[in-house]
């Protein structure tokens, strides 16, 4: 369906955009302002985590008109599930009382993979959507 495809690309640009939000205001001057944004705002990043989690999903689940079942979307599902995951892992831990030393199993295996990387992952994430707006028939993309 063209509705999860425009979702695919309008989450994996904005939760990329969230997640590596300081780095991107760092380096392209014209976003100045963005990191604020996100940062005033935790709820939306929490949404935007889990809608674009929840795409990821799906677009892994379910191949859309004309795609190979699967592999068609393959590199923007597994964007997603691991923007949307890592902008959840995030907020919980903004939120959580625990004490980062004590953080073990999941959660302290998502944050020394992906969010140390937040800044590459998301940066990926942006360029990834922008590739698949613009070559949609590309497999895997």
């Given at each position: 369906m063209v509705q999860f495809y425009l979702l695919s690309i309008i989450a994996n640009v904005v939760g990329g955009l969230a997640l590596s939000s300081g780095y991107i205001e760092e380096k392209v001057p014209a976003l100045a302002g963005i990191k604020k944004f996100f940062n005033s705002r935790p709820t939306l990043r929490t949404y935007i985590g889990a809608v674009t989690a929840l795409v990821g999903v799906l677009k892994l689940l379910g191949a859309t008109g004309g795609d190979v079942p699967f592999f068609g979307d393959?590199?923007?599902?597994?964007?997603?599930?691991?923007?949307?995951?890592?902008?959840?892992?995030?907020?919980?831990?903004?939120?959580?009382?625990?004490?980062?030393?004590?953080?073990?199993?999941?959660?302290?295996?998502?944050?020394r993979v992906i969010l140390k990387r937040r800044n590459a992952i998301g940066t990926i994430a942006v360029f990834v959507g922008l590739v698949h707006f613009l070559l949609p028939r590309l497999l895997l993309l």
């Open positions: 393959l590199v923007p599902a597994l964007t997603g599930l691991v923007v949307g995951t890592a902008l959840l892992v995030d907020r919980y831990k903004e939120s959580a009382t625990m004490v980062e030393e004590h953080q073990t199993g999941l959660i302290a295996t998502i944050d």
